[in-house]
């Protein structure tokens, strides 16, 4: 509903009144303004998929969007590849600098590992120092050439802890094309991890 140009939306009640002669003689209709309500429950829903640290796909909402892609691509017999990342040595980040120095380490990798992918790409973190890529048509190759980028750009991160540099991060990553014999999102995502 638009009002002087104000997009609003309104739920709408509507009550036949008892001493109507024909039952849609008298009508009342009421209209109530639930355009923060519904704005609220949006952003609870995108809550509910993100993860708040780095802004990536959580676990369960990545894994979700995986299995669509991965039933997609075996039905069209369309190229699919996972990645599975790891950033390498994580715990002595978290053990030598704390956690909030941890926090800011996952925060960043997460903004290079999006710009390392595109857009059409799905990006997740699946817990602590682990993260995942599923990347549309891509084959292997095009996999490798992604995990280049990413490594380069991890390794320019200049993260400085007031003691002293973190150093130069690295990561492990581990890939797989999706094949017909693969029964789910996560016998793929171990294929790839092994």
């Not at 024909?22 to 309500?37: C, F, G, M, Q, Y």
Request: glycine content about 6%.
């Amino acid at each position: 509903y638009s009002l002087k140009g104000k997009r609003m939306d309104v739920r709408l009640h509507a009550t036949v009144l008892p001493d109507s002669p024909s039952p849609w003689s008298r009508v009342l209709i009421s209209a109530e303004d639930i355009t923060a309500k519904l704005a609220i429950e949006k952003e609870n829903e995108r809550l509910a998929c993100i993860d708040h640290l780095t802004n990536l796909s959580n676990r369960r909402d990545f894994i979700a969007k995986a299995a669509t892609e991965l039933s997609r691509a075996q039905r069209y017999n369309a190229p699919l590849t996972i990645l599975m990342i790891d950033l390498d040595h994580f715990k002595n980040v978290n053990d030598c600098f704390g956690h909030h120095v941890g926090d800011r380490v996952l925060a960043a990798f997460a903004g290079k590992l999006r710009h390392c992918v595109r857009e059409v790409d799905l990006t997740g973190r699946l817990g602590g120092e682990e993260f995942a890529v599923v990347l549309r048509r891509s084959s292997l190759m095009e996999a490798q050439a992604a995990v280049d980028r990413l490594c380069q750009a991890v390794a320019a991160l200049g993260i400085v802890h007031p003691k002293s540099p973190l150093g130069v991060l690295t990561v492990s990553a581990g890939a797989a094309v999706a094949e017909a014999a693969d029964q789910n999102v996560e016998s793929w995502m171990a294929r790839a991890d092994d």
